[in-house]
């Protein structure tokens, strides 16, 4: 069975980092299955990173480019994000899921397998 732990979360200030990272149980990660979303208070859920399985390029959502890194650890069977120069309309639930990355238009939920969800909150 498929399992997803999101993990890094909290309290940030502006201009702060952390990493997110999400450890998957159940399959590899060898074909680059897992991506990054978010859901902001009041808000859709958005696409924010993800990786192709067929080139390993990545895709950022416009917001988080250049402040944003997506990764992984083959060894570890965790994807990461790590994230840099936050803002506060960075808070939201971060969750990582299954799915399918198109470099153009970025994650497409796939299997439709999901992490808990880790709370990201940028404030002064």
């Known amino acids: 069975q498929v399992h997803l732990v999101e993990s890094g979360g909290g309290l940030v200030q502006p201009g702060g980092s952390l990493t997110l990272s999400c450890v998957a149980s159940?399959?590899?990660?060898?074909?680059?299955?897992i991506g990054w979303f978010r859901q902001a208070p009041g808000k859709e859920r958005e696409g924010v990173s993800c990786?192709?399985?067929?080139?390993?390029?990545?895709w950022y959502t416009d917001s988080v480019k250049g402040r944003f890194t997506i990764s992984r650890d083959h060894a570890k069977n965790t994807m990461y994000l790590q994230m840099n120069s936050l803002k506060p309309e960075d808070t939201a639930v971060y969750y990582c899921?299954?799915?399918?990355?198109?470099?153009?238009?970025?994650?497409?939920?796939?299997?439709?397998?999901w992490g808990q969800g880790t709370l990201v909150t940028v404030s002064s």
């Open positions: 159940g399959f590899t990660l060898d074909y680059n299955l």
């Open positions: 990786i192709s399985r067929h080139d390993d390029s990545t």
């Open positions: 899921a299954t799915v399918l990355c198109s470099v153009y238009g970025g994650p497409t939920p796939y299997l439709d397998v």
